[in-house]
């Protein structure tokens, strides 16, 4: 499975961006997905989870009621749309594939990185 995210950009706080995975080699219907995010200096962290169904959903609490994520199994795409956006959110996000945790090791694949700027 090869990942490819896209979407990231330069945006001023408060303001919107979507994120978009996209999925190519096989479809990632089944999959769990998720999204990290790296900010320079720091670790790896968790953002948001959800199930193959697209039932259930897991978020870190830093980014509840900010950001959601949806797929559309039929485009094999996972979406991150990030509202409010904060400074603290300046960091590389990246997609993974075939899991469910919140901890990057839980996943199967990985996808570069999309650098995503909030200016104050």
């Known amino acids: 499975v090869q990942l490819q995210a896209s979407g990231g950009g330069l945006v001023q706080a408060g303001g919107s961006l979507r994120l978009s995975c996209a999925a190519s080699?096989?479809?990632?219907?089944?999959?769990?997905m998720g999204w990290f995010r790296q900010a320079p200096g720091k670790e790896r962290d968790f953002v948001v989870a959800?199930?193959?169904?697209?039932?259930?959903?897991n978020y870190a609490d830093s980014v509840k009621g900010r950001f959601t994520i949806s797929r559309a199994n039929a485009k094999n795409t996972v979406y991150l749309q990030m509202n409010s956006l904060k400074p603290e959110d300046t960091a590389v996000y990246y997609c993974?594939?075939?899991?469910?945790?919140?901890?990057?090791?839980?996943?199967?694949?990985w996808g570069q990185g999309t650098l995503v700027t909030v200016s104050s």
């Open positions: 959800i199930s193959g169904s697209g039932r259930s959903t």
């Open positions: 080699g096989r479809t990632v219907t089944n999959y769990g």
């Open positions: 993974a594939a075939a899991g469910y945790g919140s901890r990057w090791s839980d996943y199967n694949y």
